[in-house]
């Protein structure tokens, strides 16, 4: 059969990795996909780089526009990055009657919606399961191995830098700071680290997997995000004590009346698989009504676990290429008419238990006022540490675990307790899911 010709948009960290992926397994992926599959274009601003990783193999250019207009490409890789010409590539490659593989999370998260839309009116695919979790099969399972179940949660460490940093707090107590430089030392950091350690990076991924668990648009600009700048090694050794390890989780839950769509730093009971997944790994937790739970772990960035995610698509695009489109697997699982209306909730509505840390004097009474303000509030405690105080000192540390509760509730009750004479500062507040298999 004829060849599929791929125009390769960006030959940096997972460009080069795709280009080595699919000369290295060339057999065998033509085996799987019952026909070759060539990058014969290739488009990037460093052309001394290009033409160093192509090495003879394919035609180079700085120009990635010429490369979305080449009728002979019938496929475009875009691994671009960004939110900006990424996205006038991708619109004009499907413009132009092209299939679209992408590993661009920010792109689909922000303007999903659009390109789906357009990829639907002409026809044609676009394949993203490089966008989350890197070389782990997530997009995949969700869109087709579960297909039979009502996805009921999803839970994600979906972010390498951040759950490295955590790890490290954790194993060597040292401060965030120290781990971040670390991070960015070892290259798993950003020189400007924001996306990462602040939710935003994993929120993209999050949005997406929402999005095709539950039937949804694409709706990144109302999921909540929540970094891990602020937490201190003093709440991952009590959190230790109390049994729990500290994860920057990415959950969306469907509830009764809408959507929970949230990044921030959780506790989870350490004897759950996923609380120890450590370093640069990523792992999601699926719970189908079917199934049950369902745990995916691998890596998720680097330039081949990243490229196995890319020549999936572009394999499983291949497989697809001359099939009608209704026969084809929907971008978002569900079929583009069927998408369901179901809001996301805002953070107050969210129901979850909490950990709580405040500064106190140490003096009696105090324990009790807080107590008294949780009860107005409805919210119960399941357990809690109060630290004795140095020598010398006069005030201490109280650490309490909620039941569940609703968060404008503990919101209020926070306000009411920083209000306390006795109470130095701000109380920190970390979200704690049980994460239990059912």
């Not at 990635?64 to 010409?85: N, Q």
């Not at 009696?364 to 140095?390: F, H, Y």
């Amino acid at each position: 059969m004829k060849p599929i010709n791929v125009g390769l948009l960006g030959i940096g960290t997972v460009g080069g990795g795709t280009f080595t992926v699919l000369a290295r397994n060339e057999e065998e992926i033509t085996r799987r996909a019952g026909r070759p599959i060539r990058i014969t274009r290739v488009a990037d601003k460093n052309l001394d780089l290009a033409n160093r990783v192509a090495a003879g193999k394919a035609s180079v250019t700085d120009d990635a526009f010429a490369v979305v207009a080449d009728p002979d490409i019938d496929i475009v890789v875009e691994l671009i990055g960004g939110c900006g010409v990424a996205k006038d590539l991708v619109l004009k490659a499907i413009e132009n009657g092209k299939h679209v593989v992408t590993a661009n999370k920010a792109l689909l998260a922000n303007h999903g919606n659009e390109i789906f839309a357009a990829a639907q009116n002409k026809g044609v695919m676009v394949a993203f399961e490089a966008a989350v979790a890197g070389g782990v099969p997530i997009i995949k399972a969700l869109r087709e191995g579960l297909t039979a179940n009502r996805i009921q949660w999803i839970a994600g460490i979906i972010n390498g830098t951040t759950n490295f940093i955590l790890s490290e707090m954790r194993d060597k107590g040292l401060s965030f700071d120290a781990v971040l430089a670390e991070a960015q030392e070892l290259g798993y950091a950003e020189a400007d680290p924001t996306f990462d350690i602040e939710g935003i990076d994993a929120a993209h991924k999050l949005t997406i997997m929402s999005a095709i668990a539950f039937g949804i648009p694409m709706q990144f600009a109302k999921c909540y995000t929540e970094g891990i700048s602020r937490l201190t090694r003093e709440d991952i050794v009590y959190a230790e004590q109390l049994g729990y390890r500290i994860k920057l989780l990415g959950i969306t839950k469907r509830k009764p009346n809408g959507v929970e769509l949230r990044v921030h730093p959780t506790l989870i009971p350490a004897k759950r698989l996923i609380a120890n997944v450590e370093g640069v790994m990523n792992a999601v937790l699926v719970q189908g009504d079917a199934v049950g739970s369902t745990l995916y772990y691998g890596r998720g960035a680097g330039a081949e676990p990243t490229a196995s995610a890319v020549v999936a698509d572009l394999v499983d695009v291949t497989r697809m290429h001359t099939a009608d489109p209704e026969h084809r697997v929907p971008h978002l699982a569900f079929q583009p008419d069927r998408l369901s209306d179901l809001p996301v909730l805002p953070m107050e509505a969210v129901e979850t238990a909490y950990y709580l840390r405040m500064r106190v004097e140490d003096r009696p009474g105090v324990l009790a006022d807080v107590t008294r303000i949780l009860a107005d509030s409805s919210i119960s405690i399941d357990a809690m540490i109060q630290k004795e105080p140095s020598e010398g000192e006069l005030q201490t540390d109280i650490i309490l675990l909620t039941h569940l509760t609703i968060e404008k509730q503990v919101n209020a009750a926070i306000a009411r307790i920083e209000a306390l004479g006795s109470v130095s500062g701000k109380v920190t507040r970390i979200r704690l899911e049980q994460l239990a298999a059912r």
